[in-house]
């Protein structure tokens, strides 16, 4: 059993590496691990179960730190329990290019870490996704193979920032009871106390929301530990408010605003050192507490080799299957169950709006797949995300496959992120397109983590009708494409649509969106091809009867738009060609052969799509032909609001006519 003594001189390994990595970087935020380290010192001692010499092992505890900006605390915990690439160099090295230790927690750059963290609440509304991964993952496999805990370190801005109540409700109704949250009650944000912004009870809000949550000394070990002790017998989340000082140690700046994000400076770690009675230099751990950290660090091995003892005798197919999700890879049918899929589809020739077809592909994609765990943000039977496969997910039965997230998008989109990185899971939610704004942040930060998140975006355009400007999206998918690292998929027909899951589902470093209309479409692609030919970005679809005068480009609904105006141009003696163009990531990077050749030498090229132009200009030049939007939508029947913004056939054989006749 740790004595005191020795609690307090890890807990201060930690504050000192902490201190002294910021302030040789003179960058960083040194106040949170000084506040936090008796947390995180009872926390990895005691009770999490971890092996820094098998990071990766499955049924691992997960450490979310939510309050990124303290990200020192978790490097200085990797660095002493013994994780093999946070070395004391790597610590020196904090926020410095091409280290491990960047300024916010990384998920890749170092083992150990969960998730990336930094945009505040993010940890938090992830950690919701990883403790419900943890139960379905439980209900398909047993407790014998998983049945870990999910622990997150948040602070006052985590629990400010409004994704954080999308989160709670969500864990609180789901009854996540192996989610235990830390909250780093210190009082402090940036601009000085919290209470010039905020006076909620915060264990009161948790309380409400379906959590227990109760009040502890954040500095005291034996409160921690009783703490902890009873969230794991608990039936609900617990969140312990822990009280804490920002910067503890540090003579006149603990408990100020002027330990959050700042170095402490010389004369303030001389007053930390002699507070602590550390007289240690900077980056050195005395032996004895080395020893006793890398000791704690190997606490959890007999809990992984019983594990794999019982993985091993585990039934073979189950240990098979159980193995080939947390590899990430798909069942070896999957390419010929598409294959089939497509082949009957360019047969019966459906007239489907895409969400449809994208339902429809999902039912033979869940059918095939069964770690794929769908869900809606209360859009169920307008994002047409649920199959016969996938039953409601609830506190009672975990065993399903179906998320109903409520109107959540940005807490839905963190969640599928948390279930993606939690493994064995391949998960998608849906919502309308106009609202990726609000799940926008946490998409974001899966194409920067390269991680397999799905996000089913229907209503994408004016096509919607009725609802008007406010649901029409007009600008999304050229912010949507602006994000690095991030497909975005606008599909013509159920053929593409299919293409485009397949992509998705097989793509494991790159998150997709579907964006998918609500108005029918006919099918296009009537002719099988065994090729995914929408994984090569763009394609020809229609050819010229001759040599072309004329490249329409175009996406989604509006490829039946081009068709039209392709025949028209034709008739009037102009040849012109098609291209599809369901994703304008996967086409730039083709080869600059097939780039060329698809965009060809027309001396006319034209864009069409129910968005604004930004991002067409690398396909048509800035001197190409725009038919689509150029402000934002209106109320009206998809038949009036077409003709009323220009977006026909008709308009577009017109201004390629035009063009041609100018030359």
């Known amino acids: 059993m740790t004595s005191r003594e020795q609690h307090d001189r890890m807990a201060n390994a930690i504050r000192f ?56 605390l978790l490097y200085s915990l990797l660095h002493l329990t013994g994780y093999e690439d946070m070395t004391i160099d790597q610590i020196k090295h904090f926020r410095q290019l091409g280290s491990k230790t960047a300024g916010h927690p990384e998920y890749g750059h170092a083992t150990g870490i969960e998730t990336t963290t930094g945009p505040l609440g993010q940890g938090l509304a992830n950690s919701v996704g990883f403790a419900l991964g943890e139960r379905i993952m439980n209900a398909a496999f047993g407790n014998d193979l998983v049945n870990h805990y999910t622990y997150v370190l948040a602070g006052d801005g985590c629990l400010m920032e409004g994704v954080s109540q999308e989160a709670i409700a969500l864990a609180g109704h789901l009854k996540l009871n192996k989610l235990i949250v830390f909250w780093d009650n ?104 080395l020893d006793a950290w890398r000791t704690a660090g190997k606490g959890s091995v007999k809990a992984r080799t019983d594990w794999e003892g019982r993985l091993a005798k585990a039934k073979p197919e189950l240990k098979a299957e159980f193995e080939r999700r947390l590899a990430g890879k798909l069942p070896s049918n999957f390419d010929a169950v598409i294959a089939d899929y497509k082949k009957k589809l360019s047969a019966d020739k459906p007239k489907v709006a895409t969400r449809k077809s994208s339902e429809m592909a ?15 943000a209360d859009l169920t039977g307008s994002n047409n995300t649920k199959t016969s496969q996938t039953k409601n997910i609830t506190p009672d039965d975990y065993g399903q496959r179906y998320v109903h997230y409520g109107i959540r ?116 692609r009537t002719e099988f091809s065994a090729k995914n030919l929408s994984s090569q970005g763009a394609y020809e679809l229609a050819a010229a009867s001759g040599e072309a005068a004329v490249t329409i480009f175009a996406t989604g609904s509006e490829i039946e738009v081009a068709l039209g105006a392709r025949d028209l141009l034709e008739k009037h003696g102009h040849p012109t060609r098609v291209v599809s163009v369901p994703c304008f990531e996967l086409f730039d990077q083709q080869s600059d052969a097939y780039r060329t050749k698809t965009i060809g030498n027309a001396p006319i090229k034209m864009a069409i799509e129910a968005g604004i132009r930004q991002g067409w200009d690398h396909l048509i030049g800035s001197d190409g032909i725009f038919i689509g939007m150029h402000g934002f939508g209106a109320s009206g029947t998809i038949e009036q609001l077409y003709p009323h913004f220009g977006i026909t056939a008709e308009a577009a054989a017109k201004a390629a006519e035009a063009r041609l006749h100018s030359k």
């Not at 000085?192 to 227990?212: C, E, H, I, K, Y």
């Not at 009280?243 to 007053?271: M, V």
């Not at 797949?369 to 809606?376: D, F, L």
């Not at 996000?455 to 050229?478: K, R, Y």
């Open 17 to 72: 590496l902490a201190m002294d990595a910021v302030e040789k970087a003179q960058s960083g935020h040194p106040g949170l691990p000084m506040g936090c380290a008796d947390i995180a010192t009872v926390l990895f001692t005691k009770f999490l179960k971890y092996d820094p010499k098998n990071p990766h092992w499955p049924d691992r505890d997960r450490f979310i730190l939510s309050a990124g900006h303290g990200s020192m």
């Open 409 to 524: 998008e940005h807490g839905m989109a963190a969640a599928l992120n948390g279930l993606t990185l939690h493994g064995g899971l391949i998960a998608y939610g849906g919502t309308f397109m106009c609202f990726s704004d609000y799940a926008r942040p946490s998409m974001r930060l899966a194409s920067l983590m390269g991680i397999r998140s799905i996000f089913v975006m229907t209503h994408d355009s004016i096509g919607l009708g009725e609802d008007g400007p406010t649901h029409q999206p007009v600008e999304h998918l050229a912010a949507l494409r602006a994000i690095p690292n991030h497909n975005v998929f606008r599909p013509a027909d159920a053929v593409e649509t299919a293409e485009c899951w397949q992509i998705a589902i097989e793509t494991e470093k790159t998150p997709s969106t579907l964006a998918l209309t609500r108005q029918n479409l006919p099918t296009v």
């Open 186 to 289: 210190n009082n402090i944000s940036i601009d000085g106390p919290v209470s010039l912004a905020d006076n909620t009870d915060q264990v009161a809000r948790f309380q409400a929301s379906g959590w227990n949550a109760s009040h502890i000394d954040g500095t005291d070990p034996e409160a921690i530990a009783y703490a902890i002790e009873a969230a794991r017998h608990s039936d609900k989340p617990t969140m312990i408010a822990c009280k804490t000082t920002i910067g503890f140690g540090a003579p006149t700046k603990a408990g100020t605003n002027k330990a959050h994000g700042s170095p402490l400076g010389a004369d303030e770690i001389a007053g930390a050192r002699k507070f602590f009675n550390w007289d240690s230099p900077p980056f050195e751990i005395p032996a004895d507490i």
């Open 362 to 376: 999902l039912e033979v994609i869940n059918g095939a797949v069964p770690e794929t765990i769908g869900g809606s």
